[in-house]
């Protein structure tokens, strides 16, 4: 697993505190400076191997990662062999995969009490388990607007 957030607090002498807040992405943190053109992602693609550790995270199976990338489970054996770069758009729906993972980490505290909610049915969700419902591109922006809705206090 990638390392633990760690979130840091600078106390002023007003008795103010600052929370810095740790990077938006997870597994794939990119280093990046707040007044970077062009945008750091846009020339940016991972391949097969790389997106491993995230998919893992989710528990994903062979032919869940293929429906997810819209390919042959065949498919997936030669581009883990041949350790293919992604294209770009399966490339971002990975990484908004990531900054789920890492908004819902921030949100709940530790990889293991996310990774519970993540399998665990969903009311909100139609009764099915966000890391199924992420699978889908539009369901994850569902996820992440649950997510969003709960660091705000609403049960879900």
């Known amino acids: 697993m990638a390392a633990k957030y760690s979130f840091k607090k600078r106390k002023f002498e007003n008795g103010f505190q600052e929370v810095d807040l ?24 991972i391949s097969f191997s790389e997106s491993k550790v995230l998919f893992d995270f989710l528990e994903y199976s062979q032919h869940e990662i293929a429906e997810l990338m819209e390919v042959d489970p065949s498919t997936l054996f030669r581009w883990k062999k041949e350790d293919k770069q992604l294209t770009r758009l399966l490339t971002k729906t990975i990484m908004d995969m990531d900054k789920i993972i890492a908004k819902g980490i921030r949100i709940f505290g ?16 139609g009764n099915k388990k966000p890391a199924d419902v992420m699978r889908n591109p539009y369901g994850l ?10 660091s705000w206090g609403t049960f879900l």
Do not use: C, G
């Not at 740790?22 to 750091?40: C, D, G, M, N, W």
């Not at 530790?110 to 969700?125: Q, V």
């Not at 922006?141 to 709960?150: K, P, T």
């Open 110 to 125: 530790t990889e293991a009490l996310f990774s519970e909610w993540l399998h665990t049915s969903n009311h909100a969700l």
């Open 22 to 45: 740790p990077e938006l992405q997870y597994f794939f943190k990119i280093p990046t400076s707040r007044v970077a053109e062009p945008h750091p992602y846009l020339d940016d693609v």
């Open 141 to 150: 922006q569902l996820v992440d607007e649950s997510l969003e809705a709960m």
